[in-house]
């Protein structure tokens, strides 16, 4: 593997096939050629709870630009009101804020689980009124 300077940053580059593995832009973008992991595992975990479904409901997406281009994504101090965890602010004296998106995935997960939940519950009410109703009109008849 070799490293590469460019005018508009830095390749790490794989020497055999000269595909970029990993390459960080000036603008502060990085783009890898893998599969970006992070380490989850529960045995470097204490204090374990599932998270509030509700909380993603008090999150927006939003589409704005940035770097003069169209983006999507979340407004970090709108996510800090609701899941302070998932945003950190940075030491300088601009304190920008960022967000750890990865981390708002078992929100999504939560959020999904209620509605599903939601969902059958809601299946299950109709399906009793259609049968009061059925009973109904057949002791109409």
């Given at each position: 593997?070799?490293?590469?300077?460019?005018?508009?940053?830095?390749?790490?580059?794989?020497?055999?096939?000269?595909?970029?593995?990993?390459?960080?832009?000036?603008?502060?973008?990085?783009?890898?050629?893998?599969?970006?992991?992070e380490s989850s595992d529960e045995r470097l975990k204490d204090n374990i709870?599932?998270?509030?479904?509700?909380?993603?409901?008090?999150?927006?997406?939003?589409?704005?630009?940035?770097?003069?281009?169209?983006?999507?994504?979340?407004?970090?101090?709108?996510?800090?009101?609701?899941?302070?965890?998932?945003?950190?602010?940075?030491?300088?004296?601009?304190?920008?804020?960022?967000?750890?998106?990865?981390?708002?995935?078992?929100?999504?997960?939560?959020?999904?689980?209620?509605?599903?939940?939601?969902?059958?519950?809601?299946?299950?009410?109709?399906?009793?009124?259609?049968?009061?109703?059925?009973?109904?009109?057949?002791?109409?008849?």
């Amino acid at each position: 593997m070799e490293l590469e300077t460019t005018c508009n940053g830095i390749k790490w580059i794989e020497g055999g096939r000269h595909n970029t593995l990993m390459e960080l832009l000036d603008v502060g973008n990085v783009t890898i050629l893998g599969t970006l992991t992070e380490s989850s595992d529960e045995r470097l975990k204490d204090n374990i709870q599932t998270l509030d479904p509700l909380k993603v409901f008090d999150m927006r997406g939003v589409s704005y630009i940035k770097n003069d281009r169209d983006d999507s994504g979340v407004v970090a101090q709108e996510i800090e009101q609701v899941a302070p965890e998932v945003v950190d602010t940075s030491e300088d004296e601009q304190g920008l804020k960022s967000v750890r998106y990865s981390n708002l995935t078992g929100y999504l997960i939560e959020g999904v689980k209620y509605l599903k939940k939601e969902n059958e519950e809601l299946k299950n009410e109709i399906s009793e009124i259609k049968q009061i109703l059925k009973e109904l009109q057949n002791g109409n008849s």
